[in-house]
């Protein structure tokens, strides 16, 4: 007879199915009086015989009444045979040597919260847009108790094996018997599948069903990836439970990691490109001798780039990776995507529940270490200095891109701890720890000078002024000069490469009004007639702006103005102005080095020309008139001066 209490069940388990489209067939296709329906999921096991040995776990537990009334699930039932192999192979002489927890997380790990059928779970791969929501489609999370999540479970319709067989195989092997209804690796029964009960539907496993170890356990287990494993277990950490409601702290300690993803979440999914041990060998045996000669003294702050480099946000196979389609790649900062051909990179996998990992036998570089940045860390034996104030200062500001994938174009003169001297940079004052942070970025050239056929007599922009390579020297605007150590860098990559000088360079204080071209003008008595007419203009004021406004000044000599007869006393304001606009580009650095050639304006918005180098250096005004430059490069913070011996 059917009861009270089975019908409500029933009625309640079809309304939840209609709600969340789990059921999709007909109701009156299962309901049949003298059907299983009229049974829960643990009476219709108990009935069946060949599940025994799972009842009776469901019984040690005392989770009949949960799992036959309290919710809706699809049971994956495991047979006898399958029930005590499992537990053989983790040790276990019989069943009653197993503690309780461990039976829970088996038992747990079969029951899927909500029903679903075979075709239910078809039509998820079947109606997905994309072959990205076609990978995502089918998962689904387990039982759980208590406060950590169920694990996710993943299952494979017909469908998904007629063009992603080979997707499948990547993780779990090569099979014959793949195309059939599969729950993770397990094969569901072609015939005793979709049976029905009052609280969900039964799908019975012909092969066992592995409970799958998280990522960072799965790591740990895999000797091909514990190199790799350790370092994630260098910043694993262990906190408390939330509050609950009346304030009581959960005192279980759940495990976290501070790098990159939290893979002892099992609600966080993701894609692991993990290198090999032997991978990771060949990566640093190079480096060794900068290091301390043993892959242990690899900084942890390189251990963790690489890390994270290896993670990638949500599930992904392999077809996913190879045809880089979904945009999540590039906006979760996945350094693979510009990996030209993953595929040949992926040696085999790990089985872990909440991620796809693949072993590969090349180390996928992080962006920082794919950068000039990442030469001071490989290096930091040689370069402990730099490597401190990358640690905790900005000196490694605009090294690697925000985006990870378009770095920065940079040189670094960089020196070694040997010209460094003393005192070490951990113990200087403030303030000298300052000044030596702007000495090194004089040493940060804005390109790449490998993209500029290498070194040439010339000047290059650093954030605290221009300093100008010529015959193997490196001269700042004071005059004062260093030595190129190495004409080959001592490290390449992708966006610039490092050269190592014998000293320091002198940093042009940005915001010094004393360093400006306006102060640089009055300095020079051969400029005092210019430097009149500028004050007159009231043209001053902009001339001592600092920060973003820059100008290059082709300043006349008062033995110019003499000698073309003009008299600057005599002119009004406004024809006063316009003659020492035409001496003025406003923002932009123009040297004599011959880097810039071309048509300009000046203030006043007339064309001047560019030409020649050095002293074939030339300027012309729109008349055709060329004048040329003596003597200039006097540089402030804001700009540099020419000195011109004629005018236009």
Known sequence: ???????????????????????????????????????????????????????????????????????????LAPLDEHVIAYFSQQGYASLDAVPDEELRKFVNYHFING????????????????????????????RATGKLPGKPVRFFAPSFFQTRAADYMGLFGEREDIGGFTVESARISDTDRDIGASNGVIHVLETPLNILPRT????????????????????????LGEKDEFGWVDTTLYKTYSTGRNLADETVQSTLLVPTNEAIMAYFEP?????????????????????????IANFYFKSDLVRKEDGGLREGKAYVYLVPDISSLITGSVLASNSVIYKTNQLIESAEMNSVQGGIYMKHKVYSQWYWMFERTNLNAGLTDGLSFQHPKKTLLVQSDDVWGFPLASDMLPEDRVYRYEQCRSG???????????????????????????????????????????????????????????????????????????TKIFADPEFSLFANAIDRTGLAAQLQLTGFFTFTIFAPTNSAIQAAGVDLNAMEEEELTQFV??????????FTDGVFNGQIANKNGSRMGISGAWDSFLISDTSGKVIPVPSGNVQGNNGVVHKINQLF
Request: some cysteine; glycine content about 6%.
């Open 287 to 311: 480096y060794l001798p900068d290091l301390d000669n043993t892959i242990d003294s690899v900084p942890q702050r390189v251990m963790a780039s690489l890390v994270r480099a290896s993670q």
């Open 581 to 590: 606009n035409t001496y003025i580009i406003q923002n932009r650095y123009i």
């Open 216 to 239: 960072d356990e799965a790591l740990i287990k895999d000797p091909e990836t514990t190199l790799f494993s350790t370092w994630q277990e260098k910043h694993a950490a262990y906190v």
């Open 115 to 142: 029903m679903y059928y075979q075709y239910d779970v078809e039509q998820r791969y079947v109606n997905a847009n994309t072959e990205i929501d076609k990978s995502r489609a089918t998962q689904y999370r387990s």
């Open 444 to 518: 940060v050239l804005n390109l790449d000078v490998r993209e500029d056929g290498g070194f040439r007599k010339r000047f290059y922009a650093t954030d605290f002024g221009h300093v100008l390579y010529d015959d193997g020297r490196f001269y700042d605007y004071t005059g004062h000069s260093v030595q190129l150590l190495t004409n080959s860098p001592v490290w390449e990559r992708v966006n610039g490469a490092i050269f190592e000088i014998d000293g320091f360079l002198t940093p042009i204080e940005k915001l010094d009004v004393t360093q400006t071209i306006y």
């Open 1 to 75: 007879m059917i009861t009270y209490q089975r019908l409500f069940g029933l009625f309640y388990g079809t309304l939840t199915c209609l709600m969340l489209g789990g059921c999709t067939k007909n109701l009156t296709e299962y309901y049949n009086p003298e059907s299983t329906l009229n049974k829960n999921i643990i009476e219709v096991l108990e009935e069946d015989g060949r599940f025994s040995a799972f009842v009776g776990l469901i019984d040690r537990l005392d989770l009949r009444s949960t799992l036959g009334e309290a919710a809706i699930y699809t049971c």
